[in-house]
């Protein structure tokens, strides 16, 4: 009489049986499913952290994950990207630098050879007044640089040039050109000297004309030895 009960609750235990099979397989499925991209997920991450921005998670999935795995190469795509224009600037300003270094080197070079030149060298703004001067100025004038800085070279005149050639001189500049001539100028001290001159415009790429340069040199032994030679020539006529 219980053998259909016994028999019912055999055939119970094992539908029970089955199913909890049937669900552990299933959970295990799903779960490996899910961990898998996940790992896989965390371990581009790393790769990504330690600077390869060239890698690629590698996971196609319509789901979260998936749509996580896009963004992750899509923030990386812009990062390569971004480094990439980075590395266009920094060769661009590191070409800038080199340039300017080597501008600054050339530059350092000329006033070497300008400060050392055995030429009076004196350059001036478009109103005449000094704005640098060598050091063979200084030994041949007896003024120092801070003395004649933002004054006029007319400090250094005497009576024994003539006005005509300071405006000849002044003309021939200011029309863009190149004047060449002697001057009888006087020192600090009062001793005068004869220097012979050559004062160019300065121009910009524009051709406007931005300062002064004068080239000057100590002529007055040479012009003594012609004074003494004439004067010599003048006794024995």
């Known amino acids: 009489a219980f053998e259909p009960v016994a028999k019912l609750k055999r055939w119970s235990v094992a539908i029970g049986i089955t199913t909890m099979i049937g669900v552990v397989i299933v959970v295990l499925f799903v779960s490996s499913s899910i961990s898998g991209p996940i790992i896989h997920l965390t371990e581009s991450t790393k790769i990504i952290g330690r600077g390869d921005l060239q890698h690629k998670v590698d996971i196609v999935s319509h789901d979260e994950i998936g749509q996580l795995a896009d963004s992750f190469n899509s923030m990386t795509a812009k990062l390569r990207n971004a480094y990439s224009r980075q590395k266009e600037i920094n060769t ?3 070409r800038e630098i080199d340039e300017r270094k080597l501008a ?8 070497y050879v300008v400060e050392q030149s055995p030429s009076a060298v004196v350059i001036a ?3 005449g007044n000094i704005e640098y001067v ?8 007896g003024y120092t640089d801070v003395e004649v800085i933002g004054q006029n070279p007319r400090i250094l005149r005497s009576d024994k040039t003539s006005q005509e050639t300071y405006k000849d001189l002044w003309e021939t500049v200011t029309s863009g050109k190149e004047w060449s001539g002697v ?18 415009p300065l121009k910009d790429p524009e051709g406007n004309i931005t300062h002064y340069v004068a080239l000057k040199e100590d002529i007055t032994e040479k012009r003594q030895a012609e004074e003494l030679m004439k004067q010599m ?3 024995i006529q």
């Open 92 to 94: 661009s300003l590191q």
């Open 104 to 111: 600054e080197e050339k530059i350092r070079e000329l006033s």
């Open 125 to 127: 703004d478009l109103n």
């Open 134 to 141: 060598n050091h063979k100025f200084s030994q041949l004038t």
């Open 183 to 200: 001057f009888c100028n006087k020192k600090k001290s009062g001793e005068l000297f004869w220097e012979s001159a050559s004062i160019s």
């Open 233 to 235: 020539v003048e006794d």
